[in-house]
T-cell receptor, first 113, second 112 residues
Framework: DGGITQSPKYLFRKEGQNVTLSCEQNLNHDAMYWYRQDPGQGLRLIYYSQIVNDFQKGDIAEGYSVSREKKESFPLTVTSAQKNPTAFYLC????????????FGPGTRLTVL | EDKVVQSPLSLVVHEGDTVTLNCSYEVTNFRSLLWYKQEKKAPTFLFMLTSSGIEKKSGRLSSILDKKELFSILNITATQTGDSAVYLCAVFRYNQGGKLIFGQGTELSVKP
């Protein structure tokens, strides 16, 4: 089946630890995205990548890092510099181009204790 | 600053009611407007609108875009409990690589 997978579904970490969230897609999409969703708020863009080995900061990139070494993978690291990391993280992908649709993975709920 | 505003933020209706969800936007380099449905997990795609005045329909759901007034509505007729979800509106802006700008979402609760 084609789709986007994220793992793990739930993640608990102690304050001060870095944590990496996985996102894999087998849709052959060029573009991939990471969003953060907090209660009562819409999705906010953290990082995005239009092509392998290239990525750009979104609106709230501070405290996060990404890599795009393979077309199908776009992992997100939440570093200890992120002041309020507890949130629901969504990964998405699209074919790229103008006005195209983004398809989302199931999300990872990160709780920092 | 680009923004997308949805209203109402939450809505409670009974099965069989018709609802209208609103989305207004102020976004430079507008390309398209998208509606998603989110049920406690990944948002699922509903519609993409690029032209004014052309209604898109899928079953009991329909949506239309007004590019002059910078506005879109999502209608759901004969609501069912399975329609309970957060409905997200997003505008695709093609600028500096392009990205989606999301509204806050409307939380719809349909009571039996």
């Amino acid at each position: 089946d084609g789709g986007i997978t994220q793992s793990p579904k739930y993640l608990f970490r102690k304050e001060g630890q870095n944590v990496t969230l996985s996102c894999e897609q087998n849709l052959n999409h060029d573009a991939m995205y990471w969003y953060r969703q907090d209660p009562g708020q819409g999705l906010r863009l953290i990082y995005y990548s239009q092509i392998v080995n290239d990525f750009q900061k979104g609106d709230i990139a501070e405290g996060y890092s990404v890599s795009r070494e393979k077309k199908e993978s776009f992992p997100l690291t939440v570093t200890s510099a992120q002041k309020n990391p507890t949130a629901f993280y969504l990964c998405a992908s699209s074919t790229g181009g103008l006005g195209d649709t983004q398809y989302f993975g199931p999300g990872t709920r990160l709780t920092v204790l | 600053e680009d923004k997308v505003v949805q209203s109402p933020l939450s809505l409670v209706v009974h099965e069989g009611d018709t609802v209208t969800l609103n989305c207004s936007y102020e976004v430079t380099n507008f390309r398209s407007l998208l509606w998603y449905k989110q049920e406690k997990k990944a948002p699922t795609f509903l519609f993409m609108l690029t032209s004014s005045g052309i209604e898109k329909k899928s079953g009991r759901l329909s949506s239309i875009l007004d590019k002059k007034e910078l506005f879109s509505i999502l209608n759901i007729t004969a609501t069912q409990t399975g329609d309970s979800a957060v409905y997200l509106c997003a505008v695709f802006r093609y600028n500096q690589g392009g990205k989606l700008i999301f509204g806050q979402g409307t939380e719809l609760s349909v009571k039996p």
